[in-house]
């Protein structure tokens, strides 16, 4: 398995646009998991889903943050409409189970919001 | 509040040398604790997890233990390598019926000097 693959690796956009990240986990983890990482702030869970139901939003910072799972394979992270102080590095993790269970992370998407 | 903290928030050590990493939190219900390393612009890769019953695991050079009465971990790392520059995070999750809370430590920033 390929891991956990996140597109794009970098993302340059200008305030007030929507952006889309996209996670594909790895195949056969119920759980799917979204982070935001930044100097500030470090790791932050925004949310997770079980088998594409979502089942804690609460690290979700505002409205203009969604996430969707339509799949067992696939997820996006939506911002709409995009602010600077989202700039971050977003993780996208699975894993078998939530708990007692090693859950493997993307390689990230920087995301710079001008 | 849910909290984890880890000490020293950045150290320095010189090639061959030990050292170890603290993590304090007042998780509650606890459910598991686990130690990542995460490289510069890299995903974060687990190292350990450790569940209540469990005072040590290990994993190559890299040893955690657990004190769940004081509430307490460390990640103790053998004769250091320059590949051990990286930042270390301690994560601790809770369990609820319904849905798990993980919280992230803040991270300490390990760099071996050759």
């Known amino acids: 398995d390929a891991g956990v693959i996140q597109s794009p690796r970098h993302e340059v956009t200008e305030m007030g646009q929507e952006v889309t990240l996209r996670c594909k986990p790895i195949?056969?983890?119920?759980?799917l998991f979204w982070y935001r990482q930044t100097m500030m702030r470090g790791l932050e869970l925004l949310i997770y889903?079980?088998?594409?139901?979502?089942?804690?939003d609460s690290g979700m910072p505002e409205d203009r943050f969604s996430a969707k799972m339509p799949n067992a394979s696939f997820s996006t992270l939506k911002i709409q409409p995009s602010e600077p102080r989202d700039s971050a590095v977003y993780f996208c993790?699975?894993?078998?189970?939530?708990?007692?269970?090693?859950?493997?992370f993307g390689q990230g998407t920087r995301l710079t919001v001008v | 509040k849910n909290q984890v903290e880890q000490s020293p928030q950045s150290l320095i050590i010189l090639e061959g040398k030990n050292c170890t990493l603290q993590c304090n939190y007042t998780v509650s219900p606890f459910s598991n604790l686990r130690w990542y390393k995460q490289d510069t612009g890299r995903g974060p890769v687990s190292l350990t997890i450790m569940t209540f019953s469990e005072n040590t695991k290990s994993n190559g050079r890299y040893t955690a233990t657990l004190d769940a009465d004081t509430k307490q971990s460390s990640l103790h790392i053998t004769a250091s390598q320059l590949s051990d520059s990286a930042s270390y995070i301690c994560v601790v999750s809770s369990a609820y019926s319904s849905a798990s809370k993980i919280i992230f430590g803040s991270g300490t920033r390990l760099s071996i000097r050759p």
């Open positions: 195949s056969g983890h119920d759980y």
């Open positions: 993790a699975s894993s078998l189970a939530v708990l007692n269970t090693e859950a493997f």
């Open positions: 889903f079980n088998n594409n139901v979502p089942i804690d």
